[in-house]
């Protein structure tokens, strides 16, 4: 029950990619700061929800050959950390590219895929994964 009601909780920033935008110095913030660590402003008035784009570039990656159990059956997958056009770096998971194709600086878009599955009660999560733009 506790995985099911984490994967609600963080539904809004899996499905919309949802981030933080401080009012004050306009610096953007994934995942979602109540307050700026720039310029300590708080979340009344000046930090605001922003949705990110998705679109970015491969900053690093890595193959990923032993996976926890919950991703064993898609192994070896790709992992990369990607820097956002609008700042922020997010960790994801690249998907339907070879690994030759993968490069540092090599663009990037957020797509809508199923994360895992839970066995037991059958639920699908889903979330964002990135694919070569």
């Not at 539904?11 to 720039?38: A, E, M, T």
């Not at 784009?53 to 898609?74: K, L």
């Not at 839970?118 to 994964?129: F, H, L, P, R």
Request: with cysteine; charged share 30%.
């Amino acid at each position: 029950m506790g995985e099911l009601s984490r994967m609600w909780r963080e539904s809004p920033n899996r499905y919309r990619l949802l981030g933080k935008k401080c009012g004050n110095c306009g610096r953007i913030y994934f995942p979602s700061r109540d307050i700026c660590p720039v310029c300590h402003r708080d979340s009344i008035g000046k930090m605001v929800d922003h949705e990110l784009s998705g679109d970015g570039e491969i900053f690093s990656f890595t193959i990923v050959h032993e996976a926890p159990p919950a991703f064993s059956r898609q192994k070896p997958y790709v992992l990369a950390l990607i820097k956002l056009d609008e700042g922020p770096m997010v960790t994801g998971q690249l998907v339907d590219v070879g690994n030759a194709e993968i490069k540092e600086g090599k663009r990037v878009r957020k797509v809508f895929r199923k994360i895992a599955e839970d066995g037991k009660s059958g639920i699908i999560y889903y979330g964002y994964k990135f694919v070569l733009a």
